[in-house]
């Protein structure tokens, strides 16, 4: 386990300062002097207590730096570290799913704030860990489901939607009119960027055909690998996927030199003369929200989604990649209508 901390000092000056005063000015009265000085006592424990940081023990599949997944939620909870004071543990790489499950009981058991379980495949753990911890708030994602607890929040995306950027883009990259998608499981956030990506290919490319293969692991990097080889033998002359397994899939883009299509962290780094661009989850929007909602005395029971609109999905284009002013145009078209509302990717 790897435990980095992000706290903002504060101090109690002003009601130290107030306690010095209370007792230089002295009174006749004893018991006046003996009430101020515990009200002041109070006041001070009070503030102590308030300023105390808020204590993240994050639980997730893969590793923190790993482009994908991890990093999303890794690099969201730092830039939250730089607004609030707050105290983040991080166990990774618990891609065993028992595993996942004792260090959320571990943070559980140790008193963290709030425990987030990073993972879908997470959901049958926290179901049965939650309801042992009343005084603990879990969060998890990405799902929908807060399983009627009111100390769970869960949280979302509309991967759909930089997806479907993606697609436009990829759309008319193409050349042999083939796009290949390696997918992990088709479930939760895989599965709406996959849909949204074909949906967006569709929209400016009637011709083209985007084949989807679903290696069923989330981690296999050689299964990823193989997926990709085996498209770009079939002709594909575009690439994308999801997931922490990617940079198989990626490795064999930067080998064929055709273009690759990131989401979840930019993946620019995976290969800066290949990849276009990458949907970006800034999960801090909602973060702030299960923050805000725990401050105001909520423990869970409800559900927050990224989206364009709310900030939480930023796409970020790779500069070392020369793309024409009309395709960059059209993307950012889309961007806008999926903001506003005008254009929709036709997903549910």
């Not at 083209?208 to 002359?237: H, P, W």
């Amino acid at each position: 386990m790897r435990t980095l901390t992000k706290t903002t000092r504060r101090t109690v000056a002003a009601l130290a300062t107030l306690a010095l005063v209370a007792g230089a000015c002295g009174s006749d009265d004893d018991a006046t002097d003996d009430t101020t000085a515990e009200t002041t006592a109070e006041a001070t424990d009070d503030a102590v207590a308030s300023d105390d940081p808020v204590r993240i023990g994050i639980v997730a599949p893969s590793a923190s730096n790993d482009l994908a997944f991890t990093q999303s939620i890794v690099d969201s909870v730092n830039r939250v570290g730089d607004e609030r004071d707050i105290e983040i543990q991080i166990t990774d790489g618990t891609f065993v799913v028992e595993d996942a499950a004792a260090a959320i009981r571990g943070y559980a058991d140790d008193g963290v704030d709030l425990v987030i379980a990073h993972g879908s495949q997470f959901g049958g753990p926290l179901e049965e860990i939650a309801p042992d911890f009343p005084d603990t708030t879990f969060a998890w994602g990405t799902a929908v489901d807060t399983f009627g607890l009111d100390n769970v929040f869960a949280y979302t995306v509309r991967a759909d939607q930089g997806g479907y950027v993606n697609g436009v883009i990829a759309g008319q990259l193409t050349e042999s009119n083939t796009v290949g998608v390696v997918g992990p499981v088709e479930v939760g956030d895989a599965k709406l960027y996959v849909d949204g990506f074909s949906a967006g290919v569709a929209a400016v490319n009637a011709d083209a055909s985007v084949d989807v293969n679903y290696i069923e692991s989330f981690s296999d990097v050689a299964l990823a690998s193989e997926a990709a080889n085996a498209f770009v033998e079939n002709g594909a002359d575009v690439l994308t996927g999801t997931a922490q397994m990617v940079v198989g899939a990626t490795g064999v883009a930067d080998a064929a030199g055709i273009p690759w299509f990131g989401t979840q962290s930019d993946q620019t780094p995976l290969g800066e003369d290949i990849v276009v661009a990458s949907q970006e989850y800034h999960w801090e929007v909602v973060l702030n929200d299960i923050l805000d909602a725990m401050s105001g005395g909520a423990a869970g029971g409800e559900t927050f989604t990224l989206t364009f609109e709310n900030g939480g999905l930023v796409m970020v284009f790779n500069d070392g990649f020369e793309l024409s002013a009309d395709i960059r145009a059209s993307a950012d078209e889309a961007i806008a209508g999926l903001t506003d509302g005008s254009v929709t990717t036709g997903i549910e």
